[in-house]
């Protein structure tokens, strides 16, 4: 039979990062002389963090800028949210998270991360969940950001798992539609409407049943 590989996005899947990082974004954006709202940072799910800059100073802020002071930026909003992760721990889990993580290891399935974030590593760490994940796929071993499939797609490599054995598991559009064009089982954390096009719609985790990840490592 064909072992099953499961790949897990980090920010609003295990974790929810996304509140720091609207953080360190709405603080440079203050500096900057301009507001950052939550609507606008919808815009920035599953979005690389130099993309996520791009979409503050042009389409937001609307100012003008040199490449120094780009690259500077994208440095400081880093160490702003460095500072503000600084503290997370296993609380930051996000509910029955744990549940799925233990149930797959303890039928030994390949268990991968394959996020956008470069902070990816760190963040398991200071939560406690990195000894769960055979593999790692951070924005730091990919060229190409969601919704290219890149960085699934290494982690099935990684895994020695075939694409279409894999299940993915993202809160984003462009990360269900990387999953989607890897050939992987898709399935959306979060509004339904949103991720529709996922094969497979939970509001978290607490709705995902054993008898449903059986089902999967079965497929």
């Given at each position: 039979?064909?072992?099953?590989?499961?790949?897990?996005?980090?920010?609003?899947?295990?974790?929810?990062?996304?509140?720091y990082h609207y953080l360190a974004w709405k603080k440079l954006a203050n500096d900057l002389g301009f507001?950052?709202?939550?609507?606008?940072?919808?815009?920035?799910?599953?979005?690389?963090?130099?993309?996520?800059?791009?979409?503050?100073?042009?389409?937001?802020?609307?100012?003008?800028?040199?490449?120094?002071?780009?690259?500077?930026?994208?440095?400081?909003?880093?160490?702003?949210?460095?500072?503000?992760?600084?503290?997370?721990?296993?609380?930051?889990?996000?509910?029955?998270?744990?549940?799925?993580?233990?149930?797959?290891?303890?039928?030994?399935?390949?268990?991968?991360?394959?996020?956008?974030?470069?902070?990816?590593?760190?963040?398991?760490?200071?939560?406690?969940?990195?000894?769960?994940?055979?593999?790692?796929?951070?924005?730091?071993?990919?060229?190409?950001?969601?919704?290219?499939?890149?960085?699934?797609?290494?982690?099935?490599?990684?895994?020695?798992?075939?694409?279409?054995?894999?299940?993915?598991?993202?809160?984003?559009?462009?990360?269900?539609?990387?999953?989607?064009?890897?050939?992987?089982?898709?399935?959306?954390?979060?509004?339904?409407?949103?991720?529709?096009?996922?094969?497979?719609?939970?509001?978290?985790?607490?709705?995902?049943?054993?008898?449903?990840?059986?089902?999967?490592?079965?497929?």
């Amino acid at each position: 039979m064909n072992k099953t590989g499961f790949i897990f996005d980090l920010d609003g899947v295990i974790v929810d990062t996304a509140k720091y990082h609207y953080l360190a974004w709405k603080k440079l954006a203050n500096d900057l002389g301009f507001e950052f709202t939550k609507e606008q940072n919808e815009l920035f799910k599953g979005v690389s963090r130099k993309r996520c800059l791009e979409i503050l100073l042009n389409d937001i802020g609307k100012i003008n800028y040199t490449q120094e002071q780009f690259d500077s930026w994208m440095i400081e909003k880093n160490e702003d949210y460095l500072e503000f992760i600084s503290n997370m721990n296993s609380s930051e889990i996000l509910p029955d998270v744990p549940k799925v993580l233990n149930y797959l290891k303890e039928k030994e399935i390949p268990i991968a991360l394959g996020s956008a974030s470069k902070n990816a590593k760190p963040i398991l760490e200071k939560v406690g969940l990195l000894n769960y994940f055979q593999v790692v796929v951070d924005g730091t071993h990919v060229a190409k950001a969601k919704p290219d499939p890149e960085v699934f797609l290494i982690a099935a490599k990684q895994l020695k798992v075939n694409p279409e054995n894999c299940v993915v598991f993202e809160d984003a559009v462009a990360g269900v539609e990387a999953a989607n064009a890897a050939r992987m089982t898709s399935i959306g954390i979060g509004d339904q409407n949103i991720l529709s096009h996922a094969k497979y719609n939970f509001t978290d985790f607490t709705k995902i049943s054993i008898q449903f990840i059986n089902k999967l490592i079965s497929n």
